[in-house]
């Protein structure tokens, strides 16, 4: 029995003049399973979140030292840096569309990823994307932390004349990198338990101050430099023919899926909107446009640094290393600290705190899910997951934004055009609710993910190098041969399988509350 979407909000649920959905008094049913009050809805009194404060927190994520050398590793595929600033503005203006659409739910409801996940896969299925974008989150956290502890040993290290790296090793490492490592990650938990508010505060002053560190840096390089070198002129390797499509494809997909996890979690921090507009204008300034910038401002430096060092130094702690005043390496020092800080928190810690605590929601509140997700982002060895730009865009980039396109698109059809934007909050988070499925699991949404996520990732392969040696650890014709196609857009192929799939599988309709 299936019933139309329904033209008004039920009575447990009020709106206000702006749209926005809240619980109506005493409607929550705090003692269900499902619920604890970090998953509970933001009331609509505290949805405050300007345009500001969304630009500067996709800033503050944007500018970090993974998204200053995408472009490096589109240069290393042979592409000029044209070319890679291209694929890097393309790529993000493509996935700022599922998170508005994504995104949407937030201000509305004031509900978190995990929770509008239910009304697709049911209350209990909720668990597989979320636990999936957990597992992704952690693993970035892990790369994230790796790099903001190497940023500071190196520039301590410049700081103490070379003695931080003459010192005792520990797993062929000197320990004093594996301090810093430990401290910044010590640091970054501190943050994230001083709860959302505080995290926003730090996102609306470090923005601005990571963009300043940028330009001095580029500033910096322009003065010793003279001007930019040959980095700028340098021809592609590949041209604008058929060595080059190739290589476009599957690195837009892998440049995709570098803000994949965001398209399907966004929700995390929409929820504290005061609008849509807010959300709308905020992310569209923020997002493309940052991460644009970012990619040009690093082929400018680089460009420099091959003019003064004869070489080009894409990592910009390397190059900050080289200044020669201690104020300059302090600064270079403070830059990669917040910079790093502020988007592995609210990237990487946010979402999987809130998934954990879905998964068991009177056992894990979010400042455990927090603690959880540090202490797997060390126990997976994050420091192998970008060891080269084929395993780090292709395998890791590529099969990542192959899975989590699979939910956006899950996600996407079932609010957009199953519901037509329609929640009811209570069901959320009720066992026989209408959202409660079969069990609490929805069927049709594990199909269209399992259907989705075959042909997304299925025919992930590896390349060879000049030498014939593999590189990567699929085999070269593929996992499954006959998919291989497919992998270069795994992505797209995941957002539009999954999409259609399950809008057929559900009808088109909301389903009727199967009671138990």
Same mark, same amino acid.
């Given at each position: 029995?299936?019933?139309?979407?329904?033209?008004?909000?039920?009575?447990?649920?009020?709106?206000?003049?702006?749209?926005?959905?809240?619980?109506?008094?005493?409607?929550?049913?705090?003692?269900?399973?499902?619920?604890?009050?970090?998953?509970?809805?933001?009331?609509?009194?505290?949805?405050?979140?300007?345009?500001?404060?969304?630009?500067?927190?996709?800033?503050?994520?944007?500018?970090?030292?993974?998204?200053?050398?995408?472009?490096?590793?589109?240069?290393?595929?042979?592409?000029?840096?044209?070319?890679?600033? @291209?694929?890097?503005?393309?790529?993000?203006?493509?996935?700022?569309?599922?998170?508005?659409?994504?995104?949407?739910?937030?201000?509305?409801?004031?509900?978190?990823?995990?929770?509008?996940?239910?009304?697709?896969?049911?209350?209990?299925?909720?668990?597989?994307?979320?636990?999936?974008?957990?597992?992704?989150?952690?693993?970035?956290?892990?790369?994230?932390?790796?790099?903001?502890?190497?940023?500071?040993?190196?520039?301590?290290?410049?700081?103490?004349?070379?003695?931080?790296?003459?010192?005792?090793?520990?797993?062929?490492?000197?320990?004093?990198?594996?301090?810093?490592?430990?401290?910044?990650?010590?640091?970054?938990?501190?943050?994230?338990?001083?709860?959302?508010?505080?995290?926003?505060?730090?996102?609306?002053?470090?923005?601005?101050?990571?963009?300043?560190?940028?330009?001095?840096?580029?500033?910096?390089?322009?003065?010793?430099?003279?001007?930019?070198?040959?980095?700028?002129?340098?021809?592609?390797?590949?041209?604008?023919?058929?060595?080059?499509?190739?290589?476009?494809?599957?690195?837009?997909?892998?440049?995709?899926?570098?803000?994949?996890?965001?398209?399907?979690?966004?929700?995390?921090?929409?929820?504290?909107?005061?609008?849509?507009?807010?959300?709308?204008?905020?992310?569209?300034?923020?997002?493309?446009?940052?991460?644009?910038?970012?990619?040009?401002?690093?082929?400018?430096?680089?460009?420099?640094?091959?003019?003064?060092?004869?070489?080009?130094?894409?990592?910009?702690?390397?190059?900050?290393?080289?200044?020669?005043?201690?104020?300059?390496?302090?600064?270079?020092?403070?830059?990669?600290?917040?910079?790093?800080?502020?988007?592995?928190?609210?990237?990487?810690?946010?979402?999987?705190?809130?998934?954990?605590?879905?998964?068991?929601?009177?056992?894990?509140?979010?400042?455990?899910?927090?603690?959880?997700?540090?202490?797997?982002?060390?126990?997976?060895?994050?420091?192998?997951?970008?060891?080269?730009?084929?395993?780090?865009?292709?395998?890791?980039?590529?099969?990542?934004?192959?899975?989590?396109?699979?939910?956006?698109?899950?996600?996407?059809?079932?609010?957009?055009?199953?519901?037509?934007?329609?929640?009811?909050?209570?069901?959320?988070?009720?066992?026989?609710?209408?959202?409660?499925?079969?069990?609490?699991?929805?069927?049709?949404?594990?199909?269209?993910?399992?259907?989705?996520?075959?042909?997304?990732?299925?025919?992930?392969?590896?390349?060879?190098?000049?030498?014939?040696?593999?590189?990567?650890? @699929?085999?070269?014709?593929?996992?499954?041969?006959?998919?291989?196609?497919?992998?270069?857009?795994?992505?797209?192929?995941?957002?539009?399988?999954?999409?259609?799939?399950?809008?057929?599988?559900?009808?088109?309709?909301?389903?009727?509350?199967?009671?138990?």
């Amino acid at each position: 029995m299936t019933e139309t979407v329904p033209t008004g909000p039920p009575i447990t649920q009020t709106a206000d003049a702006a749209g926005r959905i809240e619980l109506a008094p005493d409607a929550f049913p705090a003692d269900s399973p499902f619920a604890n009050e970090d998953l509970r809805p933001v009331p609509a009194s505290e949805r405050k979140w300007t345009t500001y404060n969304f630009a500067a927190l996709w800033i503050s994520m944007a500018h970090c030292i993974p998204s200053w050398t995408l472009a490096s590793g589109l240069v290393a595929l042979g592409m000029d840096w044209k070319q890679a600033v @291209f694929t890097i503005a393309l790529a993000n203006v493509i996935v700022l569309l599922p998170m508005l659409a994504t995104g949407h739910a937030g201000p509305k409801y004031g509900i978190p990823f995990p929770v509008l996940a239910r009304a697709s896969f049911g209350l209990r299925g909720a668990n597989i994307p979320a636990l999936i974008r957990a597992a992704v989150a952690c693993g970035w956290f892990g790369i994230q932390t790796w790099i903001g502890g190497s940023g500071i040993f190196a520039l301590g290290s410049k700081l103490t004349g070379g003695e931080w790296e003459n010192a005792g090793k520990i797993a062929g490492n000197p320990w004093p990198l594996w301090l810093c490592f430990v401290l910044f990650w010590a640091v970054q938990i501190a943050i994230i338990y001083r709860g959302m508010d505080f995290l926003r505060h730090f996102e609306n002053w470090a923005a601005p101050f990571v963009i300043v560190g940028a330009f001095v840096l580029l500033i910096w390089i322009a003065v010793k430099a003279d001007g930019f070198g040959h980095l700028l002129s340098q021809p592609s390797k590949l041209g604008w023919g058929p060595d080059f499509w190739p290589v476009f494809f599957p690195s837009l997909m892998g440049m995709i899926g570098f803000w994949a996890t965001l398209s399907l979690n966004i929700p995390d921090f929409t929820r504290f909107g005061a609008s849509q507009r807010a959300q709308t204008w905020g992310q569209s300034l923020g997002l493309p446009t940052t991460m644009t910038l970012f990619a040009v401002l690093a082929v400018m430096v680089t460009s420099g640094s091959e003019v003064v060092y004869g070489e080009a130094i894409w990592d910009p702690v390397t190059l900050a290393a080289k200044a020669d005043s201690t104020f300059g390496l302090l600064f270079a020092l403070i830059t990669v600290l917040v910079a790093t800080i502020s988007v592995n928190i609210a990237a990487n810690v946010v979402s999987p705190a809130y998934d954990l605590a879905n998964l068991a929601p009177k056992l894990i509140n979010f400042r455990t899910g927090a603690l959880i997700t540090g202490v797997i982002g060390i126990l997976i060895f994050p420091w192998k997951l970008i060891s080269t730009p084929e395993f780090y865009i292709f395998t890791w980039l590529g099969v990542v934004g192959g899975l989590l396109g699979t939910v956006a698109g899950i996600l996407i059809a079932d609010y957009w055009i199953v519901r037509r934007t329609v929640l009811h909050l209570a069901d959320l988070y009720t066992p026989g609710g209408r959202y409660w499925y079969s069990g609490g699991w929805n069927w049709r949404a594990v199909a269209a993910f399992v259907v989705g996520g075959v042909l997304a990732v299925g025919g992930s392969y590896s390349t060879v190098n000049d030498q014939g040696a593999k590189q990567g650890p @699929f085999p070269v014709d593929g996992l499954i041969p006959f998919l291989k196609p497919l992998a270069d857009y795994g992505w797209a192929v995941g957002v539009g399988t999954s999409l259609l799939l399950y809008v057929v599988l559900m009808g088109g309709r909301e389903r009727e509350p199967q009671r138990v």
